[in-house]
């Protein structure tokens, strides 16, 4: 049926060229059919989307503008066209998942002057890449991408609001979600990807790009109608510090100077026909370039003992807490107690401009770690390691550090996102692990380096130490969006739990809005090979309970079933380790009943160990309770969360 499929758009070719005199009419479905990708190609090149009777996407210009005035997309003559199709397994050890099942459609139009354009139609959505074929280097001055909408839809987008040095393009790609209507974004704002449009309920489309490489990332800004289009940061030409931020005083008249034979990062739109679809997706793995690692042996993912967000607010020790020997040993010790893989040494271990002037014997910090069978990770601006990022990779490597997690990145022109796929690669060289942090979404990078063990691209817990509204709705807004694109470094486990009304920004021990269980939720929910334990080790000692909880879960996983959900309300997500099933619910501040079914078990017993709110986590965010039953998969259960609240569970296979 598959190959009738494709034999007849091919035939059909140059009958719509006949038909069309302003230009050729191409198609290409997705392989069950529901999702058609429509092109033409005359004076300019338009793409629309269509899920069975929705238009999700209406006609669409896109382009690529060359120094040179020559214009891809403009003015298109067709050369040839070739359906083909693919129904693959990727292998995904480091993932939610161990496998990726790739099924998709593709039609490949080559124009004269040396570029083609590739349309995918999967089950789940669609996307489009050019692919130049010149010599030499080229210099694009600008990408056309156009997403327009039939009607004045609802979105939620996350706007770039704290860009620095009146650089709009340097920000921390930390923002809240506005939900409002396609009409109501203001001019000239800029939105990062992922973005959500609610195309008819229930159906939702999410806008995201895969396999960004030597090329800036992607904003969408509101144009006429109910258009978003793309806008891309300008190559730097000038930087200066402004702190610890690497910021941008002067840009060129250009956006990209690239090799002339390479394939552009591709321009996505996920569809879905039910929320919690999008909380189990895999477009990123199957549209990035796949993995430049064959040895994946070293590369460990697990959890870490982080020290920054408890402002290493350790008690009841015989010395003062600190960026110290003795406080990094006392973090050891609580790692290896509970069989965490590693601790961060974060900011304030070194100069922050020069990696080798350090303020703290990390070797020593290494060698009494590595008898614990602790590995140690390294903080440092992207500032910092740039300086000389072979020199300082082979340095620590042979200390025994196992990674670096690099920060204040805050830009995604080409510069930066070329360097972070060079400082990947040396990384790998050296086998370290690399968590970027103060970072944009990560686009498919994990899969092509997996040693890019995290990406943060997300307001996380960071955020409580000063304050911010409604982050439970936050929570459950970006398992359906902002996780889309890959994992993300949110670092949970938090122990101060507050309610809506008791909550209050505090630095040194700081509060998390919602529920006890809310935290212990997100260790199942978030995706993240490396996973931060944010709280200070005194307080994790103080609530064994919990903290024993959330350090048997593990980071990466063999299967996920997205349970159920409703972006910005809730989200329930189920995942396997080997025969061992853990499961987590959250809500926003609405206190919410629903029902977990747990068909996904499959056959035999299992003991259920569950942390639920209890019944005053409404006035005490700390209030929980336990209790372990006996389930099978023909069970249900009913759940009680709290305003802010949560629900964790783990089965183990009896």
């Known amino acids: 049926m598959k190959f009738k499929v494709l034999l007849l758009l091919c035939l059909t070719f140059p009958l719509c060229a006949a038909l069309a005199q302003s230009g050729k009419i191409y198609q290409v479905k997705s392989p069950d059919g529901k999702i058609s990708i429509n092109v033409t190609a005359g004076a300019t090149v338009n793409w629309s989307v269509k899920h069975e009777d929705t238009e999700v996407i209406l006609p669409s210009a896109i382009s690529i503008t060359l120094d040179n005035g020559e214009v891809l997309g403009k003015n298109a003559v067709v050369k040839k066209a070739i359906a083909n199709s693919n129904n693959s397994v990727i292998n995904t050890p480091i993932y939610k998942k161990a496998k990726v099942e790739d099924n998709y459609n593709q039609l490949t139009i080559g124009f004269k002057g040396d570029y083609s354009l590739v349309f995918r139609a999967y089950n789940d959505g669609a996307a489009y890449r050019f692919i130049t074929q010149k010599k030499g280097e080229i210099t694009i001055v600008n990408e056309e991408a156009n997403f327009n909408f039939k009607d004045d839809n609802k979105a939620f987008l996350p706007f770039v609001n704290d860009y620095r040095n009146k650089d709009k393009f340097t920000t921390s790609f930390e923002s809240h979600y506005d939900n409002i209507s396609l009409s109501a974004i203001k001019k000239d704002t800029l939105a990062f990807l992922p973005v959500l449009v609610d195309v008819g309920n229930p159906k939702k489309a999410v806008i995201l790009e895969a396999d960004l490489q030597d090329y800036p990332g992607?904003?969408?800004?509101?144009?006429?109608?109910?258009?978003?289009?793309?806008?891309?940061?300008?190559?730097?030409?000038?930087?200066?510090?402004?702190?610890?931020?690497?910021?941008?005083?002067?840009?060129?008249?250009?956006?990209?100077?690239?090799?002339?034979?390479?394939?552009?990062?591709?321009?996505?739109?996920?569809?879905?026909?039910?929320?919690?679809?999008?909380?189990?997706?895999?477009?990123?793995?199957k549209l990035a370039e796949p993995s430049q690692i064959t040895d994946y042996s070293w590369i460990k993912p697990g959890k870490v003992a982080w020290d920054w967000w408890n402002d290493w607010n350790i008690t009841h020790v015989d010395f003062k807490a600190g960026i110290n020997v003795p406080t990094y040993k006392y973090y050891t010790d609580f790692a290896a107690a509970n069989k965490l893989e590693y601790i961060i040494i974060d900011e304030g271990w070194s100069d922050d401009y020069d990696l080798n002037k350090t303020k703290l014997d990390v070797q020593a910090v290494v060698d009494y770690a590595k008898q614990k069978n602790v590995g140690v990770i390294l903080w440092s601006t992207w500032y910092a390691i740039t300086r000389d990022t072979e020199g300082l990779l082979e340095k620590f490597e042979k200390m025994g550090v196992k990674g670096f997690k690099v920060d204040f990145i805050d830009r995604d022109d080409q510069k930066v996102v070329s360097s972070l796929f060079d400082i990947a690669k040396k990384a790998a060289a050296h086998h370290l692990l690399i968590d970027y942090h103060g970072m944009y979404k990560p686009s498919g990078m994990q899969r092509t380096w997996p040693n890019i063990i995290n990406c943060e691209g997300v307001k996380g817990l960071e955020n409580m130490k000063w304050g911010t509204d409604n982050q439970p709705g936050y929570d459950v807004s970006i398992p359906f969006i902002r996780m889309m694109s890959g994992s993300m470094d949110y670092t949970p486990g938090g122990m101060r739990n507050a309610s809506k009304t008791a909550f209050r920004p505090v630095n040194a021990n700081p509060m998390t809005q919602g529920t006890r269980c809310h935290q212990l939720a997100m260790y199942t929910i978030f995706e993240a090979p490396l996973q931060m334990l944010s709280d200070n080790p005194t307080i994790y000692q103080r609530e064994q309970e919990s903290t024993s909880f959330i350090a048997a879960i593990p980071t990466v996983f063999d299967a996920t079933v997205a349970l159920d959900g409703k972006v910005g309300d809730f989200v329930s997500i189920a995942r396997k380790k080997g025969s061992t099933w853990y499961a987590g619910a959250m809500t926003n501040w609405n206190a919410r009943d629903i029902t977990v079914d747990l068909s996904f078990l499959g056959d035999g017993n299992y003991k259920a160990t569950v942390f639920e709110d209890g019944v005053n986590a409404n006035?005490?965010?700390?209030?929980?309770?336990?209790?372990?039953?006996?389930?099978?998969?023909?069970?249900?259960?009913?759940?009680?969360?709290?305003?802010?609240?949560?629900?964790a569970a783990r089965f183990e296979r009896q």
């Open 619 to 647: 006035r005490d965010a700390t209030d929980y309770t336990t209790k372990t039953i006996t389930v099978t998969a023909k069970d249900k259960l009913n759940i009680k969360m709290a305003s802010g609240g949560g629900w």
């Open 218 to 285: 992607m904003y969408l800004t509101p144009g006429e109608g109910n258009n978003l289009h793309g806008v891309f940061a300008k190559y730097p030409t000038e930087e200066g510090l402004l702190r610890i931020n690497y910021v941008v005083n002067k840009r060129a008249d250009y956006i990209a100077k690239t090799s002339g034979t390479r394939s552009f990062p591709w321009r996505v739109v996920v569809i879905s026909t039910e929320d919690k679809q999008l909380a189990d997706n895999d477009m990123m793995q």
